[in-house]
């Protein structure tokens, strides 16, 4: 019986990979039922699929999700970016050219452009240069060249609503965790025909697929999800739109914010977190800047999570990933070392992975779930 339980699934992602390189597949909306489903676990740190579990499979595809769910996330993570023609989709690069094979597409050549992002020249292809039936047309492929390649151009890019799906048609309840994406630049390049904004639409999908309620709250069990983002603004903008948890995302100190002339040193301060408190329930930092990095190793950590958690703010750091390129030199080559030090030393209440399979198999391992669950 052992090995039929284990064989299933893979035997259901290998039609799923067959599947996917030729067409969508979704029918929308989801038909999955929630009530008779396994519920969220809420006892041990959130295991957050970043870009799904993209140390396997190209980030941000069906086969992504899919797998990260079958390896026990609680959350699958996606970045929201816009098409040409207005269409919600999942990828994280605002263009192309690293994540997908549209340099073989001889036929979009003359695509290339350079915007401004980030207050930065960026050249290359550019989400918001295609409609979703040509961005249908492109492969997938995996970032980093250390990492299994045979999946390359195999996978298209999915939709918000796709994704969605692959969340509720889980068979146990599994949160998504959406990111508004590069919002100043989706409203400089996107205008929707009713006037509404790029943040406007994210929020209306989520409400259509029945996204609601405050963390923790009977609506929120039933269907998981924070929102998030980089840009404070946007947070604070559907704040009276929806009631759903939402995190404001922190990168390294000395970076500017996209939508204000801040850097995220003085977006960190008391000040700050004191203003941004009562429209969001956590941050979600890079974690080096919870604990700076000198040659590769960790120096003393900063008090930032103390002063989160001073006031009742989650602390989701990212991004964790298994290969010795990313694991800093005092954890000796072992994902498990670090899991434990930032767990169970630093205090996180959740977790950005790459492998979301290595942090499932850590926490059962340390902290099993009770058996009601």
């Known amino acids: 019986m052992g090995g039929v339980k284990y064989c299933l699934p893979l035997l259901l992602l290998s039609l799923l990979i067959a599947e996917c390189a030729s067409r969508p597949l979704y029918t929308l909306p989801s038909l999955a039922k929630s009530g008779t489903k396994k519920p969220l676990q809420t006892s041990r740190p959130f295991n957050v699929a970043h870009r799904g579990a993209n140390g396997e499979f190209p980030e941000e595809t069906a086969p992504s999700y899919m797998r990260a769910i079958e390896e026990g996330a609680d959350f699958i993570e996606s970045d929201i970016l816009s098409t040409k023609d207005g269409v919600l989709i999942c990828h994280h690069d605002v263009n192309l050219d690293d994540t997908t094979d549209v340099a073989d597409h001889k036929e979009f050549a003359d695509r290339k452009r350079t915007y401004e992002v980030q207050g930065m020249n960026m050249t290359g292809f550019f989400t918001v240069d295609f409609t979703l039936e040509e961005l249908k047309t492109l492969g997938a492929k995996q970032r980093y060249p250390f990492r299994d390649q045979q999946y390359n151009g195999k996978f298209p890019i999915i939709t918000l609503d796709e994704y969605i799906a692959i ?105 700050y977190l004191d203003y941004i408190k009562p429209y969001v329930v956590g941050i979600g930092p890079w974690k080096d800047t919870i604990v700076p990095v000198d040659n590769n190793r960790l120096t003393t950590p900063t008090d930032l999570v103390a002063r989160a958690h001073s006031r009742n703010l989650q602390v989701h750091p990212y991004t964790y990933r298994n290969e010795n390129q990313f694991l800093h030199s005092g954890f000796h080559q072992d994902a498990y070392l670090e899991y434990d030090y930032w767990i169970n030393k630093i205090g996180v209440d959740g977790l950005f992975t790459d492998f979301t399979g290595s942090l499932h198999n850590f926490q059962e391992l340390t902290s099993p779930l009770p058996k009601l669950q």
């Open 167 to 271: 969340a509720l048609d889980a068979t146990r309840v599994v949160g998504i965790y959406p990111e508004i994406k590069n919002p100043v630049f989706i409203n400089q390049q996107v205008k929707w025909a009713d006037g509404k904004k790029f943040e406007d639409k994210i929020v209306a999908t989520l409400k259509k697929y029945g996204y609601k309620g405050s963390y923790m709250s009977k609506d929120w069990l039933k269907q998981p999800i924070f929102i998030q983002s980089f840009a404070a603004t946007s947070l604070v903008y559907i704040s009276n739109m929806t009631d759903s948890p939402k995190v404001f995302l922190i990168d390294d100190v000395t970076i500017l914010t996209e939508d204000t002339n801040k850097t995220y040193a003085e977006i960190t301060s008391d000040k």
